[in-house]
């Protein structure tokens, strides 16, 4: 069946707006330029409107009587005196004209020191951007700044914010390594200390780089508007994920771009690892997705912490918690646990796909597993002849995510080595946080970040990838221990709140059967699973 056209008024209305939006936007101009003597007399009216008044307002009441007897006379002379009346107003206009002229400042360029600024950048960037066999080079030197550098913006203190520069179609903007000389040159030569951002158009041949403003630590942790399965890592740069959540910073609310994170069975990195340096803030990622994974009661939470300073103390005996582990036999048993827990969904789920039923409801529930600082945990193990903990975790990784399974591993930057293969292979989600050097954040994260990472950087800061998508700049939402006597009071309260209530001590329960150290697929319904929760150690 032929399609009828559409009406004409829907085909052409769009026009006709535009059209009439134009000649509105052409009369305002009009009307605007016609009008602007008279505005300019009604701002200077205005002024001197404002200045008689503060001028009445400052004088002693004993001298108003003489003023206003002194101007009284002056207006009866005016009126006396031929073309007086006229005379007044005319320098009454003048005199408001002058004063409601626009006196802003045309900025029509750089000043003397910025363009010493841009001509020193220009000529160390020749040895980067120049051949000998070029006949007629972009970058030479004594060459002119203008010729290369199409845009600029300087700071109050004189330094550059924003750049962009045309470099030769010759350069290698393709190889890393001449891409990093650049930017490290840029880097210095524009000022130490802040972080720039890089922007390469390889199609354009032009480079933008660009001063970025610190990420908000206001943010403290609260109930964020996230969908099933998602969980808020921290916020980044606006414009750098196509999604904002409301959040309250500093009693304000405003919009902000998280970086979130999804687990579950469609999650192409359901297991995440955190890698920084003592006090980047680590825990209080590990804190905040604890606090984030029960609310509701929607999740379970087992939480392993190897530190043993009580840094998650607040959340033992919480609905939802199965147990806050700090010693080493009681890590090892939850862990154990975790991994019959494991297997026991695998076999229900797969039983009731071969009945064609849908997964038992207890198989959906999400079950965290967070592991602080597990390292220290081997180091004791490996001490005592007992395997490290960390071992434990191969089910969870590799079958955990079918059966809404999540593990966090948090440990310290320093020791590298002492993260499990197992963990290591497993976790396609990363964290680093707190001061690194590019190379170290490229180990951890598996692609360099975009920008130029800082020597100081507030509790928090770091960089996240998830999976295989693009390196973000990473700040986590303040989410310290309550029981610290150094958290503010505004702080604490925000954890307190979010704590769910507290729950009955739990029934004793045998300790878990030894499992394999690993699930066979097509065996994974001969194993058995344990019954209930560990207990805490």
């Known amino acids: 069946m032929a399609r009828r056209p559409l009406p004409r008024i829907l085909t052409s209305g769009s026009v006709q707006i535009a059209r009439g939006r134009d000649?509105?936007?052409t009369a305002a101009d009009g009307a605007t330029d016609v009008l602007h003597p008279l505005i300019t007399v009604s701002r200077g009216l205005r002024m001197l409107a404002g200045a008689g008044r503060r001028r009445w307002?400052?004088?002693?009441?004993?001298?108003?009587?003489?003023?206003?007897?002194?101007?009284?006379?002056?207006?009866?002379?005016?009126a006396l005196v031929p073309y007086g009346p006229l005379l007044a107003l005319i320098g009454v206009m003048a005199v408001a004209g002058w004063k409601g002229r626009d006196r802003t400042p045309v900025s029509t360029g750089p000043d003397e020191a910025e363009v010493r600024r841009l001509q020193s950048l220009y000529e160390a960037l020749v040895p980067y951007f120049s051949v000998?066999?070029?006949?007629?080079p972009l970058f030479a030197h004594g060459g002119e700044w203008s010729t290369a550098f199409d845009g600029y913006a300087f700071d109050?203190?004189?330094?550059?914010?924003?750049?962009?520069?045309?470099?030769?179609?010759?350069?290698?903007d393709g190889e890393p390594d001449a891409r990093a000389r650049v930017e490290h040159l840029l880097h210095a030569k524009s000022g130490r200390g802040r972080e720039y951002l890089f922007d390469w158009d390889e199609e354009a041949n032009q480079l933008v780089m660009t001063v970025l403003s610190p990420l908000p630590t206001a943010i403290a942790a609260q109930h964020f508007v996230t969908g099933p399965g998602e969980s808020v890592l921290g916020f980044t740069d606006e414009g750098a994920v196509r999604r904002t959540v409301p959040v309250v910073a500093g009693g304000e609310a405003l919009d902000a771009s998280p970086v979130l994170w999804r687990t579950g069975p469609r999650s192409t990195a359901p297991h995440?690892?955190?890698?920084?340096?003592?006090?980047?803030g680590a825990t209080a990622l590990l804190r905040s997705l604890a606090l984030q994974a029960l609310r509701d009661g929607d999740g379970d939470v087992l939480i392993v912490e190897g530190s043993g300073t009580g840094e998650f103390a607040c959340l033992t005996g919480r609905e939802g918690v199965l147990?806050?582990?700090?010693?080493?036999?009681?890590?090892l048993a939850g862990l154990e646990w975790a991994a019959h827990e494991t297997q026991r969904r695998l076999i229900a789920a797969n039983r009731a796909r071969q009945s064609g039923l849908p997964a038992p409801q207890d198989t959906r529930r999400p079950l965290w597993i967070l592991l602080d600082r597990p390292s220290v945990f081997g180091h004791l193990a490996a001490a005592d002849g007992r395997p490290d903990p960390?071992?434990?975790?191969?089910?969870?990784?590799?079958?955990?995510?079918?059966?809404?399974?999540?593990?966090?591993?948090?440990?310290?930057?320093?020791?590298?080595?002492?993260?499990?293969?197992?963990?290591?292979?497993?976790t396609h989600a990363r964290v680093v946080l707190g001061p690194v050097s590019p190379a170290q954040a490229e180990a951890v994260l598996g692609a360099p970040p975009h920008t130029t990472p800082v020597p100081d950087v507030p509790p928090g800061r770091g960089y996240a990838r998830l999976g295989g998508g693009p390196v973000l700049r990473l700040q986590v939402p303040a989410t310290p221990d309550p029981y610290d006597e150094a958290t503010s009071e505004a702080h604490r309260r925000a954890v307190l709140d979010l704590l769910p209530p507290r729950s009955a001590p739990p029934a004793p329960v045998s300790p878990p059967v030894p499992v394999a150290d690993a699930v066979p697929d097509a065996h994974v319904e001969q194993a058995q699973a344990p019954v209930g929760a560990p207990a805490e150690g």
């Open 23 to 25: 000649m509105a936007r």
């Open 57 to 78: 307002a400052g004088t002693p009441k004993d001298r108003r009587g003489p003023a206003l007897f002194l101007v009284a006379a002056c207006v009866l002379v005016i």
């Open 156 to 172: 109050d203190g004189g330094r550059l914010t924003r750049l962009r520069l045309t470099y030769p179609p010759y350069f290698p």
């Open 323 to 331: 147990a806050v582990e700090c010693g080493l036999s009681g890590a």
């Open 132 to 136: 000998p066999e070029d006949p007629s």
């Open 272 to 280: 995440l690892l955190v890698l920084g340096r003592p006090g980047s």
């Open 390 to 426: 960390q071992e434990l975790l191969q089910i969870p990784l590799r079958h955990g995510g079918a059966v809404h399974v999540t593990v966090v591993v948090a440990d310290q930057l320093d020791a590298p080595a002492a993260v499990a293969e197992t963990v290591r292979s497993h």
